[in-house]
């Protein structure tokens, strides 16, 4: 079965490559990838949810820590 993650992987390390190859900042790459990211989300998330979601996310920005709880 194919997931999500299967799809969206292959498609953002080519775009990563890319954006090496050719000297564009993967910074700026993922601003845009983040753009496109809350613009999904507004479709069907109440802004609240959405902060929600990016509050949650803080939680685990530590390499070191375990993630304790991954919404799905």
Known sequence: MTTARDIAEPHLEAALAEAREKQISTDALARIFFEGVLRIWRETRSPEDIKAEL????????PDEDFTFMRP
């Not at 509050?55 to 530590?62: G, I, Q, R, V």
């Open 55 to 62: 509050m949650s996310a803080l939680d685990f920005l530590d």
